[in-house]
């Protein structure tokens, strides 16, 4: 997590506003709240579902010199970065300044698992 820690503390709202294009960081700030699960892998990614019309795997790795790279499963994912990717970085930042930890995602993903096991019924 340092290493995304390290990174968002150059990375500034107009870096991000930039990368995007104004509308689609406006558009991308309606939907910090839509964030779940949000989580980190060992190579610096940042990943989570985002509720849109749809529910969208979402992921994005910014590296310090402003580089970003990112996808989501959403149409729009092929004309550039979206609405679902700045809500992303927006909400990490969000719980990295609270001073909550993004969880690595294999740690959810095994949660997930253990949750599956369970019993539906007891």
């Keep these: 997590m340092e290493s995304i820690k390290s990174a968002f503390r150059h990375l500034t709202l107009e870096d991000l506003r930039e990368w995007a294009g104004s ?12 964030v779940s699960q949000p989580s ?17 795997a979402t992921w994005v790795r910014y590296e ?4 970003f790279e990112h996808g989501c499963t959403c149409p729009y994912n092929d004309w550039g970065p979206c609405k679902h990717t700045v809500a992303v ?14 969880r690595r995602l294999m740690e959810v993903l095994a949660d997930l698992e253990g949750r599956s096991k369970t019993p539906l019924l007891k």
């Design 89 to 102: 970085v927006l909400a990490a930042a969000d719980r990295l300044k609270e001073g909550s930890d993004l």
């Design 40 to 56: 980190r892998t060992d190579n610096g990614h940042l990943v989570a579902w985002v509720k849109g019309t749809d529910q969208y």
């Design 23 to 34: 509308k689609i960081f406006d558009r991308g700030k309606g939907y910090i709240k839509r």
């Design 64 to 67: 310090e010199g402003g580089n």
